[in-house]
C-alpha cells in the first residue's frame, strides 16, 4: 500500500507540491493523472526516495520514503517510460542481472528469474538477445525486471508510451495479472481512455494537490460527462487536456 500524507515541495519560487495527499491500496491500479506541472513527476520521484519533500511523509507498505529510502526500493518495482535494454544480453540475463541487484544469488537467483518468466509468458523469448526485439517484447522485458524481487508495490510511469495497439493490449492483461494477485499499481499516464479502461480508482492533481480522487465513472457522474476525457478538463479547470 501506498500513503502520500501532506507531501510539500518547491523549487526556488515553484511549488510543486502543496499538501499532496491521496493512498493507493492493494488489489487496485490507482491512476495518477495531472495537466503539465501538476507535480507528478515531483511526487514520483519522492515515492522512489529520490528527493527529499520539505515536509509530509510518503510511505510504501508502512516504510518512509524519506527516512528509508532503500528498504522503499526492496518494496516496490519500477516500471520505466522507456525500456532501455542491452541488445546483446537476452531477457534471461537481464532479468537475473535485476534480480542480484536486490541481492538474489546462486539457485534463488534463478528460481526467482524463472517464475517471473513463466508470469509473464516469456518462455519463448527468454534466451534469444534483446537486439530486433519489437516494442511489446521490450516491454515484457522491463516489467520482468520490475517485478522480479516481487514487490508488492509497483509504479508505472506512462509506460504504453510508444507503444503499438496489440503491445498495449498484452501491458494491459499483464496489468490486470498483477492486480489480481493482490498487488498495489500506481500508474501515470496521458492517454484517457487507458486511464478509463484500466484504473479501479483516479487521483487527479493541479498545482501539486488533489483535486478528485474517486472511480472513473464516478468522477464522470459527479461532472456530469459521458467521457472521461472531458470529465478531467472539467475537473483541473483548463481546456488544454495535454498530461505532463
Given at each position: 500500500m501506498i500513503i502520500v500524507n501532506d507531501l510539500k515541495k518547491s523549487y526556488n519560487d515553484v511549488q510543486a507540491l502543496n499538501g499532496l495527499s491521496f493512498h493507493a491500496e492493494n488489489g487496485q491500479i490507482t491512476g495518477l493523472l495531472g495537466p503539465n506541472g501538476a507535480g507528478k513527476t515531483t511526487c514520483l520521484r519522492s515515492l522512489y526516495g529520490l528527493i527529499k519533500p520539505d515536509s509530509g511523509e510518503a510511505t510504501i507498505d508502512g516504510t518512509?520514503?524519506?527516512?528509508?529510502?532503500?528498504?522503499?526500493?526492496?518494496?516496490?518495482g519500477i516500471f520505466p517510460d522507456k525500456f532501455g535494454l542491452y541488445e546483446r544480453l537476452t531477457p534471461r540475463e537481464h532479468i537475473a542481472y535485476i534480480a542480484e541487484l536486490h541481492g538474489f544469488k546462486g539457485a534463488t537467483r534463478?528460481?526467482?528469474?524463472?517464475?517471473?518468466i513463466q508470469d509473464?509468458?516469456?518462455?519463448?523469448?527468454?534466451?534469444?538477445?534483446?537486439?530486433?526485439?519489437?516494442?511489446?517484447?521490450?516491454?515484457?522485458v522491463?516489467?520482468?525486471?520490475?517485478?522480479v524481487h516481487q514487490p508488492k508495490n509497483l509504479i508505472l510511469d506512462e509506460p504504453s508510451r510508444g507503444l503499438d495497439v496489440m503491445s498495449t493490449r498484452i501491458l494491459r492483461e499483464l496489468?490486470?495479472?498483477?492486480?489480481?494477485q493482490g498487488r498495489c499499481i500506481l500508474f501515470s499516464s496521458h492517454v484517457m481512455q487507458e486511464v478509463a479502461a484500466l484504473?479501479?480508482?483516479?487521483?487527479?492533481?493541479?498545482?501539486?494537490?488533489v483535486v478528485a480522487d474517486?472511480?472513473?465513472?464516478?468522477?464522470?457522474?459527479?461532472?456530469?460527462q459521458a467521457s472521461f476525457e472531458d470529465a478531467f478538463?472539467?475537473?483541473?479547470?483548463?481546456?488544454?487536456?495535454i498530461m505532463a
Open positions: 518512509s520514503a524519506t527516512d528509508d529510502p532503500l528498504n522503499v526500493r526492496r518494496h516496490i534463478d528460481e526467482a528469474v524463472e517464475k517471473t509473464l509468458g516469456m518462455a519463448d523469448i527468454a534466451d534469444r538477445r534483446t537486439q530486433g526485439f519489437s516494442q511489446g517484447q521490450r516491454m515484457k522491463a516489467l520482468a525486471q520490475a517485478i496489468m490486470f495479472g498483477l492486480r489480481e484504473c479501479d480508482r483516479v487521483v487527479i492533481m493541479v498545482k501539486g494537490q474517486d472511480t472513473p465513472q464516478a468522477l464522470c457522474e459527479l461532472t456530469q478538463v472539467q475537473l483541473i479547470g483548463t481546456d488544454e487536456g
